[in-house]
């Protein structure tokens, strides 16, 4: 019975790191980050911004921040928020006082090309495949410098459901090509 | 005594091997170039197997084939014949779970790797499968089209060459035209193909393609950065196919196939089997992977995964 419960305690930590989809290479992977630290050292494409918008100070400068949760009406009034069910609105997101920068939960200020750590906050198995290069898309080379797309680069982050495309023609049907 | 035998037979004894022999002969010759062909002609018809050839006859040969292509095209075009790295295998990875069945790889291959527009040949092949259903080839559909992609109720399987570890294809090749590289790509020597098939008929996915015809594609939408066993224009009558883009991956650095840098979702993943801590390592540990017609023990490099 003893020898029983020994070779299942000397089996089991096998299991759990097993499970644990090996954290540690995926963390060398991605250049010694891993969740505890700051992500910083990801290049990244530029952020993908909608024209004229940024920098966002131009206009909110000298405004006195509203934190009341609303419907905006004068201006983003185009922006539909279909992002978890209603559960955001735009300050959870947008830092309040540093308006060129996004809010963490802990209130840390954190730059638009940063904009992943935001996301990882929930989003925390996407964060991991992308680090590693499973998530999303990598330019540049194989076995060289690669560049990350940011989650914004194909995910809306007002609507983040990938859209539907328009499928590049079919192949030619063999007899009908006329050769 | 025994020549007296002897002098009733025929002084030249016409065997039927004698005649198939001689007929044959001259049939060899009337293939041969003319006199009047010029030297590179000669050249082409007497190169040895790529693998067979000296650095100097390497370098000829890509001399003499980017001189044809100047002729051929009216530009430039580099043939390379980079070797392999050391300690790489390439590994390929699809996420079925991303992949929208867009077709922008499709389109992204023919141009990376030149090839014919008409008639139409597509080194990839975009299955649309049912999800109640799966991987039933059965009911795959690769016409597709409608206004807007994934349609709902369907998954999408691109299929190209799956660079196997057992390849049926360089099996059959009677005249071992088609062979397997150190860094595990399957390539095609289309100077020694002679176009008998075999290896279109053997492999299980598909995967080979016949030049019925020679390639017609506008000299603008050439891609003149091309690899002797990979993207150069193809000559008429050798089959041809996927090379993980040989002329982009086997630079340092090199770049991503044309494949990976097209996906729009980012459902194509490559890279180097040996490397522990590179993206195909991490995927064949973490994810759920399956490769296509597992039974025939072919051991592809290409994975199939889910990534959620």
């Known amino acids: ?179 | 005594m025994e020549d007296e035998n002897s002098r009733n037979e025929p002084i030249v004894k016409l065997s039927r091997r004698k005649v198939l022999k001689s007929v044959a002969t001259g049939i060899g010759i009337l293939a041969m170039p003319t006199s009047n062909a010029s030297a590179s002609v000669w050249e082409a018809f007497f190169q040895k197997h790529f693998r067979e050839l000296s650095r100097d006859e390497l370098k000829q040969v890509l001399a003499r084939l980017e001189a044809a292509y100047r002729q051929e095209c009216g530009r430039e075009i580099t043939v390379k014949a980079t070797p392999p790295l050391d300690g790489v295998k390439f590994g390929y990875g699809l996420d079925l779970s991303r992949c929208i069945g867009c077709r922008r790889c499709v389109h992204g291959c023919v141009a990376e790797n030149n090839q014919s527009r008409q008639p139409q040949i597509h080194w990839i092949r975009a299955l649309q499968l049912q999800k109640d259903k799966g991987i039933d080839l059965d009911h795959a559909e690769h016409y597709y089209n409608p206004a807007a992609v994934p349609l709902d109720g369907h998954f999408y399987l691109p299929v190209q060459c799956q660079q196997c570890e057992r390849p049926a294809c360089t099996k059959v090749c009677p005249v071992k035209a088609t062979w397997t590289e150190a860094d595990g790509i399957v390539v095609i020597d289309y100077n020694w193909c002679i176009g008998c098939r075999y290896c279109m008929a053997a492999c299980p996915y598909g995967a080979r393609h016949f030049n019925w015809e020679k390639a017609a594609i506008p000299a603008g939408e050439l891609n003149p950065d091309t690899h002797y066993l990979g993207n150069r224009p193809r000559p008429v009558g050798v089959t041809e196919k996927c090379t993980f883009c040989i002329q982009r991956t086997r630079e340092q650095p090199g770049r991503y196939p044309a494949c990976v840098e097209a996906c729009p979702v980012g459902a194509r993943k490559f890279g180097n089997l040996l490397d522990p801590a590179g993206e195909i390592r991490q995927l064949l540990e973490s994810k759920r992977v399956f490769i296509l017609k597992q039974e025939l023990n072919t051991q592809p490099k290409f994975f199939y995964f889910f990534a959620t």
């Open chain 1, 1 to 179: 019975m003893r020898a029983l419960t020994i070779l299942i305690l000397l089996v089991m930590p096998g299991t759990v790191d097993a499970a644990g989809l090996g954290v540690p290479s995926l963390a060398q992977a991605a250049g010694e980050n891993n969740l505890a630290t700051p992500l910083h050292r990801f290049a990244v494409a530029a952020p993908n911004l909608s024209e004229g918008i940024f920098p966002c100070s131009d206009c909110h400068a000298g405004m006195t921040p509203d934190l009341r949760r609303r419907e905006l009406q004068d201006e983003h009034a185009a922006i539909s928020l279909q992002h978890a069910a209603g559960q955001f609105w735009c300050l959870d997101c947008h830092h309040p006082e540093n308006r060129d920068t996004l809010r963490m939960t802990s209130g840390e200020s954190i730059p638009l090309t940063e904009s992943y750590r935001l996301c990882g906050q929930c989003h925390g198995r996407k964060l991991h495949d992308w680090q590693a290069g499973l998530h999303g898309k990598r330019t540049g080379y194989w076995n060289g410098d690669k560049e990350y797309l940011l989650c914004t680069h194909c995910h809306n982050p007002h609507d983040p459901k990938f859209k539907a495309l328009k499928p590049l023609p079919p192949p030619a049907r063999p007899g009908r090509t006329g050769h």
